[in-house]
């Protein structure tokens, strides 16, 4: 039998005093300097990464145009002043559907939604794959769909925005260049859209028929329905008055006099604070209806077209096709202040008469040099000099006309050449012909702040360097630099063994 002995009392003393010294020899690793360190090491670790945790939400709860940062030469993401007050001002919720496929997001579009949320809080952006949710669109739109095409919602008001409008192909100069541009519009259609889905009051405009008028050009409807404005035709031969609902009447081109009945009602419209364009062409027929409202209102036609005798002042080899001075309106200011020309072919002089009465203010637009002459033959002119009987100018192209009445404010505009806002005529001079239309429009409908943004060119711009800078900047780069810091570095070196 084993016997075990009993501890005796040195025994526990010894094993109280080991543990004694392991506890401090515990207590001193802990006060030794390298633990202090290592402590505030981790201390300063764990306070960065906090801190670093801190910035980043913070970051991430920062609106998109202030973290990322527009480095594109055009601008694209950059948002325009128009589009900033528009959406920071909404106090309606709007939802904007993204259609796209997970995993085909296109990034430009992605960045442009990233950066209208970050304006306001009352925009939702939510996705919507069409093959999880096949008949979402259908809802909204009987378009066909494309990937990446977007639906803004608001109440019960939608516009649906294709792909095939944001990304806008140009192919104009494929037949002489071979190329094609591409342009980004998606900013412009997205404003337009969330404008149209929140505005419940949008412009009506009523276009005059039956007298041989050619009907706005498509260019030119296209450019007012994208400034959310509904436009319809209207024959003043069924009605008894022009539309109560008519905030802007055109009379675009129209190749025959209107009756004297309609003359009564375009006035009484007029005169009850109605709004007017006429863009007229020389006929050679008489209209003295036509003559009369216009007379009514401060202007009168000169007989004949016009053709400018100061070369400056029109195209080279086609002294019918007027370059003339744009005077300061609140139409036409956007024009002198990008330095824009505006082109007018084959156009009627107007003249601002004398008896006017005094509460009308006329104000002339475009303005022909002192040079130019009319042709009282017309189309039947024979020579572009001028001959005897022609008419001396200057003369006025485009002029506009306000006065205040008790219905409120009368305005009407007057062009007198329709191949001005021709889409091909209007690319000579950049566009500045649809402009000066769609700014005519604006003021009458009191939209001046109304949304027309440009597209944006996608086109990559590069630096060219002459083959001498080329040169000289890579013999800098690759020789004269490393030699230099080669020399350097043998000089200090030299220096310290010196000492």
Known sequence: MKHFKKPSQADGQAKGSLKERALGTLRRSFST????????????????IAI?????????????SITHIDTTSSGLFTLSAQTEQLVSALDEEVTIYWIVQSGTEDST???LLDRYAGLSSSITITKRDPVVYPNFASQYTSEPLYNNSLIVVSGDRSQYISYTDIYVTDYSAYYMTGSVTTEFGGEGELTAAIDYVTNEDLPTIYTLTGHGETGLPSNLQTLAEGENMLVSELSLLTVDAVPEDAD??????????????????LLAYLQGGGKMLV????????????????????LATAEGIVLEGDASHHMRGSNYYLLPNIESHAI???????????????????????????????????ETSSSAYSKIDGYSLTTYEKEDGDIDGPFVLGAAVSETVDGGETQLVVFTSSQMFDETTSMLVAGANDDLFLNALDWMCERESAISIRAKSLAADFLTVPTFWSSTLSALLVIVLPLGFLVAGAAV???RRKR
């Open 109 to 111: 579009i992605g960045e």
């Open 493 to 495: 070196s030299i220096v």
């Open 248 to 265: 802007l009447i055109v009379i675009y081109a129209p190749q025959s006099d209107i009756s004297s009945d309609e003359l009564d009602m």
């Open 52 to 64: 670093a945790v801190a910035v980043n939400l913070f970051a991430g709860a920062l609106p998109a």
């Open 332 to 366: 036409t200011d956007p024009l002198i202040d990008g330095g824009y020309y505006v082109l007018a072919p084959v156009a009627q002089g107007l003249t601002l008469l004398d008896d006017a009465r005094s509460s009308l203010t006329v104000t002339p637009l475009l």
């Open 33 to 48: 300097r390298t633990f202090r360190a290592g402590g505030y090491s981790a201390a300063a670790a764990a306070i960065v």
């Open 279 to 298: 863009v007229r062409d020389y006929v050679e027929d008489d209209t003295p209806n036509f003559d009369t409202l216009l007379a009514e209102y401060g």
